[in-house]
Every structure is written in C-alpha cells, then in structure tokens.
C-alpha cells in the first residue's frame, strides 16, 4: 500500500511551457485534490474532484486544468507555466464518511518556474 | 465558511506538553475540527479530529468546549521530533470539498 504518489519530485521549467504533474492513490478513495504551498504560507486548494469524471475548482485554479478518468489517477497539467507558479504541489485524497474527512497527502513536487 | 485563527508560533521544550488554540467563531452546526501537522519539505499528516467535548488518540487529545467556538490541541510531553506546522481545520465535506481552508498554521518549535 503506497498511499499517494506523486511524481516527479522536482521540475524546473521555463516561462510558456506546459507539464502535467502526476498523482495516483492506491486507497479507493473517491475524493481526490490538488493544493499549492508557497514559502511560509499554508496550503491553497487549486482543484478536486470526488470521483472519476467528476472535477471542480478550488480556491486557485487559475492556470491549471485537471481531468479523473480513473479513481486511482488525478494529474494537474499547468497550460503555460508562469513565475508565479512556482511552488510545492501536493496532492491528497480522501475517502468522506457522514462530513468528516481525513485526507493523506503525497511528498509534493516543487516546481520552479524560470 | 468557518474560518480559523491561531498563533504564528510557539516555542516549548522537551517533555513539556503543549496546547495550541484554535478560534472558529464562525463554525457551522456539521462542520468537524480537524488537525494536521506538516515537517518541512514533507505533505501535511492528519493527527486528530472532533466534533464535540474531547477526543484522543496516540499521538494527541482536542479539547472543544461546547459552543464549539473554539478547540485546543494537546501535545503531551513534545519531543524535538514534535517541531512542525500545526493547522487547525474546520468544515463540513457534505456541502463541497472546496469549503476547507489551510490557514498559515502555527509554528511549534521544541527546544532541548
């Protein structure tokens, strides 16, 4: 049982370019979400989705798109990368149970935009 | 949408236990409280999580009185190891998983 991966771990790009970050769970878990975290501040939810085919926008989702075709896989691809993207990218899913939620996160991937 | 407020940061040493309190005057009747701790360069780790009076585990215990306005996290007996962000969440995943906010957190350093 791996949890939540993510890969790559580090990824620097160049101002325009596009990537897709990956992101895979191996716990069944419906709920599934991608958040930033830029030096010393706390964690902003840039999208979720709560099963496959299903995706909405979070707190920051500006220049990111998502897609869940499965329920194990929820990739984030940045359409153009941009400066004010870099950051640490977590991704966390969840499995929801009566309004509760525990969410376990990956080890991140820190991207920086040049 | 319940928001939360705690203080930046905190310095205890070993073998001392440590409270962090939470604000949420604004927490709705279906909202839970939950807590998270992050090490650097790591993803947040879910630690505890209550709706009412006090709940315990391993590793922590949450104090909520009963308007629920507020919470208090207890580290007994903190270790160096126990350095790390704590945040403090609430909400309700029943209306939309975008409801949850991360605050900055509070920084909790353990000295020796």
């Known amino acids: 049982n791996a949890g939540v991966t993510q890969t790559p771990k580090f990824q620097v790009l160049k101002t325009g370019q596009s990537m897709t970050l990956q992101c895979a769970q191996d716990m069944n878990h419906e709920y599934m979400s991608w958040y930033r975290q830029d030096p010393g501040m706390g964690l902003r939810l840039i999208h979720y989705?709560?099963?496959?085919?299903?995706?909405d926008q979070g707190e920051v989702p500006n220049g990111y798109n998502v897609s869940r075709s499965t329920t194990e896989d929820f990739p984030l691809r940045l359409l153009s990368a941009a400066p004010s993207q870099t950051s640490v990218y977590f991704c966390a899913s969840s499995a929801m149970t009566s309004g509760r939620e525990t969410q376990y996160f990956g080890p991140g991937t820190r991207l920086l935009v040049l | 949408l319940a928001k939360t407020t705690q203080p930046i940061s905190m310095d205890s040493y070993e073998g001392q236990e440590v409270n962090i309190t939470c604000s949420h005057n604004?927490?709705?009747?279906?909202?839970?409280i939950t807590w998270y701790q992050q090490f650097p360069s790591q993803g947040p780790r879910f630690i505890i999580q209550g709706y009412k009076t006090k709940v315990t585990n391993e590793v922590a215990s949450l104090f909520i009185p009963a308007d629920r306005k507020s919470s208090t996290l207890s580290l007994p007996r903190v270790s160096l190891s126990d350095t790390a962000v704590y945040y403090c969440l609430v909400g309700d995943f029943s209306g939309g998983y975008n409801k949850l906010i991360f605050g900055a957190g509070t920084r909790l350093a353990v000295h020796p």
């Open positions: 604004n927490i709705a009747t279906n909202d839970y």
């Open positions: 989705s709560v099963g496959a085919g299903i995706t």
